[in-house]
Nanobody
Framework: QLHLVESGGDLVQPGGSLRLSCAAAGFTLDSYSIGWFHQSPGKEREGVSCISRKGGATYYPSSAKGRFTISRDNAKNSVYLQIRSLKPEDTGVYYC?????????????????????WGQGIQVTVSP
């Protein structure tokens, strides 16, 4: 089990922006594809983005395209999720997750079962 740590969560007004960070502790992220997941209270964890091991390929569900941007800096051992034009429905816990493969894995990337290791999650609240 790898140790991932999310940061950057906050209380934000609708229309605002946030950048979440995912850092690795004790290992290097450059051997893993990394996904970001969002979980609202009472709902299943859903994938909002994924980035390939070298950063050349990124994936988003249609609901996230245009507002979510995933990036990585392997030199800093970190992956980021920029969220713009935040909406109240973006509220919830955001998790980063790692999978030991070069690419996110086609259509299956958005399933939580596609990833092996998870961070503890970070709360994002979007409210006036």
């Amino acid at each position: 089990q790898l140790h991932l740590v999310e940061s950057g969560g906050d209380l934000v007004q609708p229309g605002g922006s946030l950048r979440l960070s995912c850092a690795a502790a004790g290992f290097t992220l450059d051997s893993y594809s990394i996904g970001w997941f969002h979980q609202s209270p009472g709902k299943e964890r859903e994938g909002v983005s994924c980035i390939s091991r070298k950063g050349g390929a990124t994936y988003y569900p249609s609901s996230a395209k245009g507002r979510f941007t995933i990036s990585r800096d392997n030199a800093k051992n970190s992956v980021y999720l920029q969220i713009r034009s935040l909406k109240p429905e973006d509220t919830g816990v955001y998790y980063c997750a790692a999978a030991p493969r070069d690419y996110c894995g086609g259509d299956s990337w958005s399933r939580a079962s596609s990833f092996d290791s998870w961070g503890q999650g970070i709360q994002v609240t979007v409210s006036p």
